[in-house]
């Protein structure tokens, strides 16, 4: 699960990092309140969006007076805006963060991460901060420092040391940095972070390092513990469909085809894309109706699948295990009844009862099922139907 | 032969009693498996599907002397479960249950780990040795006994492949869901290992999927170090970047872990791989007859 900006901040805050002072706005008036209660001489209005890149975008803007201030939301507010991160669609723009301009000597990238290869969390730092990090990865590797924390022994001296000493700091800056990673490392690991990004770090004029920007990622499977920031999502920044089949215990993840499946389980609804992609035609969505799919479950399948309008034919690819076909042959006549359904759906079954689940279609005489025998047939029968010649 | 476990191996149940401890446990127990006792906190003393419960996996094991868990606890508790059979002895873990965090995981692989004992899962469908023990929740009769070992990071497809592989003439010596997760217990360069020294397996089938690197490190090591045939299938050529596909490990992050990476290393490394899910029986088959 991904927050604002404005919301990392305080959470980070209440662990004792050094954020930026700053509101959140969701009207100009509120945004105008906001600067007038930071009382400084300078503000930076920033969009509150689930992306990176705001900037060059325009979702981040210097303000040296309060009519500048309301100028910027003003424009802000309800725009799109389109960053490498939000595809071309941008996302809407419904409130922004009204926060004090600081003097800023230098600018540093921060980053906390589960590193899978080491299986511990790592942090990662470079002097080259404020830009998009993986441009930095992929050109200058070297500029990115990594400790990886066993979790064993936690973060000690010695780690912060040798981030320290990858940055060039001096001994006084090292003192400061020195107390700046411990309380953000102690958030990412009591919230079940599963990323905590800083970009940029800045070291102030005064010798201080504050956190510009602030970038959480949680574990959704740690979510249980910690309701208060479950309650920080943002349903708007969600698709629609994907959050509605999650509430269903679905996992479903939209695409641009126009061949809908339905599958049960992950690793064969992955499959069931490639092999659509394979058979020329292009998947309009991953959806895993859980490895014991059920007669309920692929009837939501159907719903959620049938409100995509580009959707032409849908391939229902089941393997039944422990599940048996025969009830999921049922299921798919009885949504067939009750939504209507109005493409070709192309059926694959296959695994327990696969055979008295085909004698069920087939006297079921529905004209719009298909039944395909195995999974390359279905996905090519789906294809087709898609493509109108059937 | 066959590897991890076989007919004398002796299974305890945790979270026995719960809807899917006692749906799956009875499952593996008409299959044969030698389950010899389930632990359910609270529920000491009673008798579950003709087996005895114990409150503590400590108790089931000197009573049962069980070797073996298989681990249907809910994930709020389930870390706590693996950790309380490694510290009761027991060598081999089977965490069934999806949804534990990161973080939990973290800390319990290390101490399993350090206790000697072997981590499968979590979030993963379990073991299976054809016609011996099935301590999971597959079909069991898919598995038709053979001489393939069978790794997997999938539920579904594992059943789907090992059903192609069976079509294809062939059968299965052991079966290992090792789960979807960031973080999983046992990977497949430990279980490449396990079947190239098993007189029963004479070909080795893996199925990857988008994420992390684990395929491309078994490349490596497949390359250096396994003699026997491999083929291979990696599930996700056409996800997008950065979206999470069911699987909570099954995610390209930035430009990396993508299919075709790892495709790329695993042919590189000699192994056949099936390009298309349903071709992992048919790839395997023509392998074969190329090598006999």
Known sequence: MNIHEYQAKELLHSFGVKVTRGHVAHTVIEAEQAAIKLGCKNWIVKAQIHAGGRGKGGGVKFARTLAEVSEQTERMLGMNLVTHQTGKAGKLVQKVYIQEAYDIGKEYYLGIVLDRRLEMPVIMVSTEGGVDIETVAAETPEKIIKVGIDPVIGLRSYHLRKLAYGLNLNKAQMKEFSRFIPPLYDAYQKT?????????????KNGEFIALDAKLNFDDNGLYRHPEIADMRDETEEDAAE???????????????????????????MSTMDIIKQSGGEPANFLDVGGNASAETVARGFDLILRDKNVKAILVNIFGGIVRCDRIAKGILEAAREIHVHVPVIVRLDGTNAKEAGEILQEANIKEIIIAHDMREGAQLAVQAAKGDR | MSILVNNNSRVLVQGFTG??????????IDYGTNIVAGVTPGKGGICHLGKPVFNTVEEAVSSTLADVSLIFVPPAYAADAILEAADAGIKLIVCITEGIPVRDILYAKKYVQHKGSILIGPNCPGIITAGEAKIGIMPGYVFQKGRIGLISKSGTLTYEAANQIVKAGMGISTAVGIGGDPIIGTNFIDLLKLFESDSDTDAIVMIGEIGGELEIRAAEY???????????????????????????????????????EKINALQAAGVGVALSPAEVGSTLANLKEKLD
Not at chain 2, 19 to 28: P, S, V
Not at chain 2, 235 to 260: D, V
């Open chain 1, 192 to 204: 079940d972070a599963s990323l905590v990004e800083i970009n940029p770090l800045v070291l102030l």
């Open chain 1, 243 to 269: 959050l509605e089949a999650a509430h269903y215990d679905l996992s479903y993840v939209k695409l641009d085809g126009n061949v809908g499946c339905i599958v049960n389980g992950a690793g064969l609804a």
């Open chain 2, 222 to 260: 497949i390359k250096e170090h396994v003699k026997k045939p491999v083929v291979a299938f990696i599930a996700g050529q056409t996800a997008p970047k950065g979206k999470r596909m069911g699987h909570a490990g099954a995610i390209i992050a930035g430009s990396k872990g993508t299919a075709q």
């Open chain 2, 19 to 28: 809807k899917e401890g006692t749906f799956h446990a009875q499952k593996c």
